[in-house]
């Protein structure tokens, strides 16, 4: 099963602040990886994927990059919104699709 | 509009089975491309992955919970139902179903709101 290891596992940060968050896959995944974002008491909501295509309605400042095993998702200038936990997911394995742990993002 | 939403018992006992029902409207999993899955949360905890159904009636469930897992679609009435065996207190979560599309890089696009699951005696 491919396993997908996220980092940091928590960040505190501040409203303008540019922020980055990783995610590495244990194999190569290709370009199927997803980022999603979850506030508390909601579902999540999916914010990119093929690893760098930006989901319809979902703001300019959220960015994907990444191929292979190595994948970020960057926040330009955060908002007030923004604050919430975020997972990838991939979806390369038809066998087994896996989420990371999540990074849940905190106002400094 | 694309909608979602999960219906089931709110608590089992131990050694029972799970029924979850998802329905939805906006779309037809008779449509090529499609997938329902079905994602779960233990409180506080990460997301899961449990599995899905696509539009040709191909499933695929996560290896940890395979044997104890099955998935059906009823095409007629909108809805995907997930079984789960010999419910345990470790099963207790926020159950989710979503729509999958395969032009997205499968990704799931759409959630229900959740139903929460408690295994308790």
């Known amino acids: 099963d491919i396993q997908m290891t996220q980092s940091p596992s928590s960040l505190s940060a501040s409203v303008g602040d540019r922020v980055t968050i990783t995610c590495r896959a244990s194999?190569?995944?290709?370009?199927?990886l997803s980022w999603y974002q979850q506030k508390p008491g909601k579902a999540p909501n999916l914010l990119i994927y093929g690893a760098s295509t930006l989901q319809s309605g979902v703001p300019s400042r959220f960015s994907g990059s990444g191929s292979g095993t190595d994948f970020t998702l960057t926040i330009s200038s955060l908002q007030p919104e923004d604050f919430a936990t975020y997972y990838c997911q991939q979806s390369a394995s038809s066998v087994m699709y896996t989420f990371g742990q999540g990074t849940k993002l905190e106002i400094k | 509009q694309i909608t979602l939403k999960e219906s089931g018992p709110t608590l089992v006992k131990p050694t029972q089975t799970l029924t979850l029902t998802c329905t939805f409207s906006g779309f037809s999993l008779s449509s090529s491309g499609l997938a329902v899955g079905w994602i779960r949360q233990p409180p506080g905890k990460a997301l899961e992955w449990l599995a899905h159904i696509y539009w040709n009636d191909d499933k695929y469930y996560s290896s940890f919970l395979k044997s104890r897992l099955t998935i059906t679609k009823d095409t007629s009435k909108n809805q995907v139902v997930l079984t789960m065996t010999n419910m345990d207190p470790a099963d207790t979560s926020t159950y989710f179903c979503a729509q999958l599309t395969t032009s997205a890089s499968y990704s799931y696009g759409f959630w229900g709101q959740g139903t929460l699951v408690t295994v308790s005696s």
């Open positions: 194999q190569s995944i290709s370009t199927l």
